[in-house]
């Protein structure tokens, strides 16, 4: 284990800091490079860019992922857009204030240099991504287009359509492929990392399975690389992939890699609400609609009444008896407030009787206005002179298909409902998660030679994430960051021989993970995998750790947790019928990941429970202002929580980083 402690290099400045440490730096020569082996595991944004970018530089990578194929990965389901500090709209964004938006957003709970670090290497993503033909949304003057998402005042998100992750996924699956046909990257998909095999303290190789025969196989390399996503189906219900899980960053935690501020789960405002019992997913509504979409909820119960049961339709409600409450309470940011505020000013609004739908559980987000504004400039812009209402609504809705039609498309198949002439309903959901291994300014794990990057590391974000910016980090770190930083550890490994995967260590680790998956297949219980994930998620989770938690919530449901834990090994039925579990067999790949949910669930209660304040997305009932608004306490708690594993039983131990900020001074989040 090596030394707890951030490794911000030193420097004049904050804005030098990162320029300086890359010009001094260790290097790795190209002919030792060749000596060199890294595993990276996770494939998507975080990961493709990274293997892609190491093969390029010419270590010997071996990529491994889940899916059938790297383009499966969840980075694919992002949609809104990626920010970069490039001013193109000329209104005053620079690398200084998406620095200073990143830093606030996250209720100053991040690393000031890894955040301006990010906001630097923001604007050579854009041109990196452009290089590779991503093709995002131009002006009519050919320049690349931008808009504006929550927290920000000025627009420097860039988009393609509705489909950002999936054509930046594409741009990053291109560069691994072309790795991967020059011999560089070694792919192996349809691969579950599920263990870490640490030698002389530091990580040597994984122990994975393959999902297609069941087997384990042993895969060794000189430093290992997490790119995994993150761990918000721990609620069950999320915006999440099903396949999203915890497994690889969880396996490390428990061989050393301290786990920070597990509590920082980001709720998303703009998300379709729950419909059923039976329903194992929501679907995410861009951010981006906040653009154009006004928030609304009826102003009187009468109403609220009549539009619940259908005796009214929203479009029949006048203006004067609609609350724009978004717009009403923070002026200065109207409907782009941060997603936190966004998402618990929802849940107030249907905690007093507001909410529609047939479950009270959503909110509207109306298009009828931007519809009429688009409508009348296209108008001005086409030369139609006295245009009539119906001709403005069809022109309106042609620019708000063209920049939000997959998104209606969407919305429309799956409520059945059409956003262009009824109001989308909308309620917050579990999107992301802030939280994740604990890294140091290398990207460096408290074990030498693991990284880990994006969402599965904790570093950029704080306690909320703004929008735009997970696309961000992720390829901030694939494709300029982790490639110079592993080269600091890489450096001192030159003469380091090929990973012996005979070694005992090896052993040890396959067969710890051997009889965790025999123990599951012999308990022959009598309840499904499905129903303890549900259990675990809706009715303890979000209940007691979702967006509002409070003391005496945390301890009863680390206790539910436990409870529900002990019955999970004692009455889960896996379907199976080789005994080592030698087969595929999709239903043990799902036990072997809420095993590990139930592990963090616990650490997220007790994480939420140490935190005596508000920020961000963790919101505890007894820590707000009379507003309503978080209460943080910079004195006490401006720190990151960095969780040292201590057995299943026991306690884990919390490590401190205090965070300090020289660059920005801070002060009460407000959006008024």
């Known amino acids: 284990m090596k030394k707890f402690q951030s490794n911000v290099p030193e420097s004049k400045t904050l804005a030098e800091k990162w320029t300086e440490y890359r010009s001094n730096m260790p290097l790795v020569a190209p002919n030792n490079k060749r000596n060199i082996e890294v595993i990276v595991v996770g494939t998507g944004l975080a990961g493709a860019s990274a293997a892609a970018t190491l093969g390029e530089l010419g270590y010997k990578v071996k990529a491994f992922c889940f899916h059938d194929s790297p383009r499966r990965a969840h ?20 690398v200084y204030r998406l620095f200073y938006d990143t830093v606030k957003g996250g209720d100053y709970r991040s690393r000031e240099a890894n955040v301006h670090r990010l906001a630097e290497v923001s604007r050579n993503i854009i041109d990196q991504c452009v290089a590779q033909g991503v ?4 002006e009519y003057g050919g320049n690349l287009a931008n808009r504006s998402f929550g927290g920000v005042q000025v627009s420097r998100t860039f988009y393609a359509r509705g489909q950002t992750g999936q054509q930046l996924l594409i741009g990053a699956y291109s560069a691994l492929s072309r790795q991967i046909s020059l011999g560089n990257v070694k792919m192996y998909n349809r691969h579950e990392m599920l263990d ?6 530091k990580a040597r190789g994984i122990i994975a399975r393959n999902l297609l025969t069941g087997k384990l196989e042993r895969f060794g390399a000189h430093a290992v690389v997490l790119g995994t996503g993150g761990y918000g189906n721990v609620f069950y219900l999320s915006t999440n992939a099903m396949g999203s899980n915890v497994t690889a960053s969880w396996v490390a935690h428990k061989r050393g890699a301290y786990f920070a501020n597990p509590c920082f789960c980001q709720i998303h405002p703009t998300c379709i609400p729950v419909s059923g019992d039976y329903q194992s997913k929501l679907t995410l509504m861009s951010e981006s609609l906040r653009n154009d979409g006004r928030v609304w909820v009826p102003k009187h119960k009468k109403d609220v009444e009549a539009l619940r049961t259908g005796k009214m339709k ?12 978004l717009e009403r309470i923070y002026p200065a940011f109207g409907n782009l407030v941060p997603r936190d505020v966004a998402s618990r000013a929802a849940k107030y609004r249907c905690d007093d009787g507001h909410g529609v739908g047939a479950t009270g559980l959503s909110v509207y987000l109306d298009f009828a206005s931007a519809v009429i504004r688009y409508g009348k400039s296209e108008a001005i812009s086409q030369g139609i002179s006295n245009p009539s209402e119906e001709e403005i609504k069809q022109l309106g809705r042609a620019v708000v298909e063209k920049k939000y039609g997959n998104l209606f498309e969407m919305y429309e198949k799956i409520t059945g409902e059409d956003p262009y002439y009824t109001p989308m309903r909308i309620y917050p959901a579990i999107h992301y998660t802030m939280g994740g291994i604990w890294v140091d300014y290398n990207l460096e794990t408290s074990i030498p030679g693991l990284f880990a990057t994006g969402e599965c ?43 012996d995967t005979s070694a005992p260590e090896f052993e040890a680790v396959e067969n710890d993970v051997k009889n965790k998956i025999k123990k599951l297949l012999s308990i022959n219980g009598t309840r499904s995998v499905e129903s303890f994930h549900r259990e675990l998620g809706v009715d303890i989770m979000w209940e007691y750790c979702g967006m509002a938690r409070n003391a005496e919530g945390l301890k009863l449901g680390r206790q539910k947790v436990r409870a529900l834990r002990d019955r999970f090994w004692k009455e889960v039925y896996i379907p199976h019928t080789d005994k080592d579990g030698h087969e595929f067999n999709p ?31 963790h919101f505890r009932d007894e820590y707000a202002t009379p507003e309503g608004e978080a209460k ?10 960095a969780w040292e594993y201590n057995g299943l039983d026991a306690d884990p ?10 660059d920005i001074e801070l002060k009460t989040r407000s959006y008024k």
Do not use: W
């Not at 694919?76 to 970069?84: D, E, L, S, T």
């Not at 870490?196 to 303290?201: A, E, P, Q, S, T």
């Open 314 to 325: 929203p479009t029949d409600l006048a203006e004067e008896d609609r609350d724009y409450y």
């Open 75 to 94: 980075s694919i389901a992002a949609q809104g857009g990626i920010n970069a500090a490039k001013n193109y709209q000329n209104d005053g964004d620079s």
């Open 632 to 641: 943080r306490n910079d004195q006490d708690y401006a720190y990151v929580s």
């Open 196 to 201: 870490l095999v640490v030698i002389d303290n």
């Open 653 to 662: 131990i919390l490590h401190k980083e205090e965070l300090t900020f020289n």
């Open 587 to 617: 239903e043990l790949e799902k036990a072997l990941r809420v095993a590990d949910f139930f592990e963090l669930a616990e650490l997220m209660m007790v994480d939420a429970l140490d935190r005596n304040e508000s920020c961000g997305g």
């Open 457 to 499: 590391n904790f570093s950029d974000h704080g306690a909320n994430r703004l929008g735009a910016s997970a696309l961000m980090q992720g390829l901030a770190d694939g494709y300029f960051v982790l490639p110079y930083t592993i080269g600091v550890f890489l450096s001192k490994e030159i003469r380091t021989p090929m990973t």
């Open 135 to 138: 093709p995002f949304a131009r």
